[in-house]
């Protein structure tokens, strides 16, 4: 168990808290989704409470250590200004003097925003003097982007080599979240793997084989499976450089006792696009010059009677060409029944995420990761380098 905000002396102690903030924000400067910010209320409210003085730093997209103003976090404080109904200072540079003198000024329960700390070319480097400096301005260090906790970083990892460091509620409830389901889970537990990315896949799969009862797996993916026990799959995404490990992975399971389940049926098209012709194949048969880009009405059947009976579910991953909303249809009748299970459900990735949210349904599930590629390396049996900063409780 790591340390927490409750673990720690933080009344009248200069705060600095590491959110990720990196919500989407679209043409005009407006915030599409909120929900990485409604998430750090809990611990914010609980610094304000106990009389820190709160800096809080964020990244916001890809601007590759210059200052580009379409990626200020100004949007960011405005709304989290509003939620928290109290103003926010901001601050534009965290290297000048007068942030020094602003975080000094700060009183109890005030809170300072930095600017987009990705300005900083030292930051994505885990520049030793870069991170030194932050240290400087804070007495305590608190992770709370657990979207950003598998990278190293200045102000995610570098920091906390010079201040206490302590995570926040919503790393924590990340953290217990996978602990519970990795190391405790009620059976059956299946997992449900889709999307594109098998290098990270895999490494998923091998690591669950000793926990789980079921693996269902669809999108991209599958077809590199299929292909691997001899079916045709058209045209279909595969990657060739990772038969051999697919088809050990199958014989695996197969000594374990668990059920790999692949798509019995497919939806394919001419070509990736929204507007192809479309016909359905079976796993295996498909005719040439097809790929497939969608799970069939038999394997959705078959995956819904599996999801069913679970107690434990874990889903990263669509089960088709999610940006196109003719193939979303698998992702999100999978979405629709992993939300009316009972048992505990464990979502992570973009477009699972996004499939449970759009169906309005987020509430139905115990717990919506914050962070892809933070869940994911959790889901791979690795430990995130961020949380390792972190002293045990
Ligand atoms: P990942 O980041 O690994 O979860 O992959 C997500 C991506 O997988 C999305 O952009 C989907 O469009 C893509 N994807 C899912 N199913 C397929 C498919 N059958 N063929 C090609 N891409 C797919």
Not at 36 to 52: C, D, S, V, W
Not at 55 to 76: A, F, Y
Not at 144 to 172: D, M, N, Q, W
Not at 270 to 285: H, I, L, P, R, V
Request: charged share 25%; net charge positive.
């Amino acid at each position: 168990m790591k340390k927490t905000i409750r673990d720690i002396d933080v009344s009248n102690k200069r705060v600095f808290v590491r959110v990720d903030y990196n919500v989407p924000i679209n043409n005009e400067l407006k915030i599409v989704d909120d929900s990485r910010i409604t998430a750090t209320l809990p611990t914010i409210n609980y610094l304000i409470e106990h009389g820190a003085k709160i800096i809080l730093c964020s990244h916001l997209g890809r601007p590759e250590g210059q200052i580009d103003p379409k990626l200020s976090l100004r949007p960011v404080l405005a709304r989290l200004s509003k939620l928290l109904d109290k103003p926010i200072s901001f601050a534009e540079d965290v290297l000048d003097d007068s942030t020094s003198e602003m975080i000094n000024n700060l009183q109890s329960g005030d809170i300072l925003m930095l600017e987009n700390i990705r300005f900083y070319k030292q930051e994505e480097a885990n520049n030793d003097a870069f991170a030194k400096k932050l240290a400087s301005l804070a007495d305590i260090f608190v992770l709370e982007a657990f979207g950003t906790a598998h990278r190293k970083h200045a102000s995610t990892y570098g920091i906390a080599k010079y201040i206490p460091a302590v995570c926040g509620f919503l790393v924590e409830q990340e953290l217990n979240m996978f602990n519970k389901v990795l190391n405790n889970p009620e059976h059956p537990f299946v997992a449900i793997l889709g999307g594109a990315k098998l290098a990270d896949k895999l490494p998923v799969i091998e690591n669950l084989l000793d926990k789980v009862d079921t693996v269902l797996i669809g999108g991209g993916m599958a077809y590199t499976f299929i292909k691997a026990i001899g079916g045709s799959v058209g045209m279909s995404m595969i990657d060739n450089s990772k038969l051999e490990l697919a088809s050990q992975i199958l014989d695996k399971a197969k000594e374990k006792g668990v059920r790999i389940i692949l798509p019995i049926d497919n939806i394919g098209a001419k070509e990736f696009s929204e507007n192809a012709e479309t016909k359905k194949f079976s796993s295996g048969f498909f005719a040439d010059g097809y790929q497939g880009m969608d799970i069939g009405p038999k394997t959705i059947k078959c995956f819904k009677k599996v999801i069913k009976k679970a107690k434990t579910i874990v889903w990263n991953g669509p089960l088709g060409v999610y940006e196109y909303e003719r193939f979303r249809h698998g992702t999100d009748k999978i979405a629709k029944y992993v939300a009316k299970n009972k048992g505990v459900s464990v979502i992570g990735g973009g477009d699972s995420v996004a499939a449970i949210q759009s169906l309005g349904v987020a509430k139905k599930v115990s717990h919506i990761s914050t962070g892809g590629g933070a869940s994911l390396m959790l889901l791979q049996g690795k430990k995130l380098p961020c949380v390792e900063m972190i002293e045990d409780r």
